[in-house]
T-cell receptor
Framework: EAGVVQSPRYKIIEKKQPVAFWCNPI?????LYWYRQNLGQGPELLIR????????DSQLPKDRFSAERLKGVDSTLKIQPAELGDSAVYLC??????????FGPGTRLTVL | GQSLEQPSEVTAVEGAIVQMNCTYQ??????LSWYQQHDGGAPTFLSY????GLEETGRFSSFLSRSDSYGYLLLQELQMKDSASYFC????????????FGTGTRLKVLA
């Protein structure tokens, strides 16, 4: 069974540029999560989807971040414009049960 | 709000037993999960406790005490490959549910 797929794995951009991350969850997992993880810290939830509905986006900085999961399968997270403080690893996860989440390899974003 | 606290670092020798603790705020608490993350890797699920007591999976065991708002992950027969960060994650419910990760404990296993 294929795991959670994310791309790109690495991205380096200059501040004020846009960036997008893509995630394909494990087949059959209706719940999809986007997390941000700073160095030495635990993952912080940005948004959670149940199928195509965003059921928790309370931690998403909506002035610059947006996400979509149009057909209830794969998802895109966008930042526009990026700021220096957005440098982090962006993790996508999927699950059938909330307490057992399967994570993708993440996208390491560096904003210069 | 909900938060989970973990010691930042633990060091142990190969073959030993190590316990990594996690304390949480009780408001809306439902259950506690544990994840392992190697440097540069993704978190991987280890265990989940919804009830008080010990859950064992091979060399890994996880314990929960709701009355003490406390849990721990126990690793036995430590191996070098166990060097990683370990995160507890609490499931909290208040209308909807929230899954919040702890601050993480970095485990160093010495030869």
């Amino acid at each position: 069974e294929a795991g959670v797929v994310q791309s790109p794995r690495y991205k380096i951009i200059e501040k004020k540029q846009p960036v997008a991350f893509w995630c394909n969850p494990i087949s059959g997992h209706n719940t999809l999560y986007w997390y941000r993880q700073n160095l030495g810290q635990g993952p912080e939830l940005l948004i959670r989807y149940e199928n195509e509905e965003a059921v928790d986006d309370s931690q998403l900085p909506k002035d610059r971040f947006s996400a979509e999961r149009l057909k209830g399968v794969d998802s895109t997270l966008k930042i526009q414009p990026a700021e220096l403080g957005d440098s982090a690893v962006y993790l996508c996860a999927s699950s059938l049960m909330t307490h057992e989440q399967f994570f993708g390899p993440g996208t390491r974003l560096t904003v210069l | 709000g909900q938060s989970l606290e973990q010691p930042s670092e633990v060091t142990a020798v190969e073959g030993a037993i190590v316990q990594m603790n996690c304390t949480y705020q009780t408001s809306g608490f439902y259950g506690l999960s544990w994840y392992q993350q190697h440097d540069g890797g993704a978190p991987t699920f280890l265990s989940y406790n919804a009830l008080d007591g010990l859950e064992e999976t091979g060399r890994f065991s996880s314990f929960l005490s709701r009355s003490d708002s406390y849990g721990y992950l126990l690793l036995q027969e430590l191996q070098m490959k166990d060097s990683a960060s370990y995160f507890c994650a609490g499931l909290f419910t208040s209308g909807t549910y929230k899954y919040i990760f702890g601050t993480g404990t970095r485990l160093k296993v010495l030869a």
